[in-house]
């Protein structure tokens, strides 16, 4: 005989089990579309621009990626100050007084993958006193740091692999819950009635 609650109880069941699943493949996809797509070969030029006027650099001014390298900036007339940014803005430096004593611009990149992680400047100034006029030109120079490489998919692919396993776990306890505890009509009928004392 059909027992109506036990198929309610085995649809519910059903219906968590798919919208486990449908949770695992919508992981799945971000897991492997987040992976990053682009990386820069070894001697590939950074985007780099000079914030005085947000005018781009030169190619030649442009750090190579992974190669130490420097270069010499000509100075505006008008600039009191300068800074650089990196990638279209995503890595941005402090901003430079551009004083008679400035010497160069020491700027360093750690990088790993053909990815740039973290950038640190720091301007160098002669031994000499300040006055108001500025430097004609300035040296940039590009220190690139590498640093070891840990991949991101790694810790990705361990993860799925632990919400997988805890998922298939979860859903075969509650199908095998529901298969033991699934009566039929007259099992229910009997049991409900056994309990309850007879007096002659």
């Known amino acids: 005989m059909f027992n109506s609650s036990s198929s309610s109880r085995f649809l519910g069941n059903f219906s968590l089990c798919y919208r486990t699943v449908r949770l695992l493949c919508l992981f799945l996809v971000f897991a492997i579309f987040s992976a990053p797509t682009s990386a820069y070969r070894m001697g590939e030029p950074v985007d780099t621009t000079l914030a005085w ?3 781009p650099a030169f190619l030649a001014q442009m750090p190579r990626f992974a190669i130490h390298s420097q270069t010499q900036i000509q100075v505006p007339s008008s600039a009191h100050f300068v800074t650089l940014s990196l990638e279209d803005g995503l890595w941005g430096l402090p901003a430079i007084k551009l004083t008679s004593s400035l010497e160069r611009l020491v700027v360093e990149l750690v990088y790993s993958a053909g ?3 973290a950038i640190h400047s720091e301007p160098v100034y002669r031994n000499e006193q300040e006055d108001d006029s500025k430097p004609a030109f300035f040296t940039v120079e590009y220190r690139w ?3 070891p ?3 991101p998919e790694a810790g990705q692919t361990i993860m799925f ?3 997988v396993t805890v ?3 979860i859903a075969w306890a ?3 819950s529901t298969e033991g505890s699934t009566l039929s009509a007259e099992q229910i009928h ?3 009635f056994s309990a309850i004392p007879k007096y002659e």
């Open 53 to 55: 006027d947000s005018q």
């Open 145 to 147: 740091i590498e640093e």
């Open 174 to 176: 509650v199908l095998m």
């Open 167 to 169: 998922s298939v776990w």
């Open 115 to 117: 990815a740039i992680q």
């Open 161 to 163: 692999l632990i919400v």
């Open 149 to 151: 490489h840990v991949t």
């Open 190 to 192: 009997h049991s409900s």
